[in-house]
């Protein structure tokens, strides 16, 4: 799952609204897709779920580096892994 958290314009510095769309946007996107899709409200709940306990749990810097990390095909960290897992944990 790539965090989405980056796109149009100017880079952005923090946590901002458009930040969080593209997030949720992204992640309800891949959620609703695939072999084995969600209905797009509980995609839409989680996904927005999961952009708040990753805010809480990482900085925008650790956020942003994770996002660039995922989307050029990175191996995800053993950190990244387990904070991912907790977020997912806590919104399902």
């Known amino acids: 799952?790539?965090?989405a958290a980056c796109g149009g314009g100017g880079e952005p510095t923090s946590f901002t609204p458009e930040v969080e769309d593209n997030?949720?946007?992204?992640c309800v996107d891949s959620a609703t897709t695939g072999a084995t899709p969600a209905?797009?409200?509980d995609a839409e709940r989680i996904c927005g779920c999961m952009y708040n306990e990753l805010?809480?749990?990482?900085?925008?810097e650790e956020f942003k580096a994770?996002?660039?990390s995922l989307r050029e095909g990175d191996q995800?960290?053993?950190?990244l892994s387990a904070t991912l897992q907790a977020a997912a944990?806590?919104?399902t």
């Not at 997030?23 to 992204?26: A, P």
């Not at 805010?55 to 925008?60: A, E, I, T, V």
């Open 1 to 3: 799952m790539a965090l």
């Open 23 to 26: 997030f949720v946007n992204s």
């Open 39 to 41: 209905e797009e409200s």
């Open 55 to 60: 805010k809480q749990r990482m900085s925008f």
């Open 66 to 68: 994770a996002d660039e």
């Open 76 to 79: 995800m960290s053993a950190d």
């Open 89 to 91: 944990s806590a919104c």
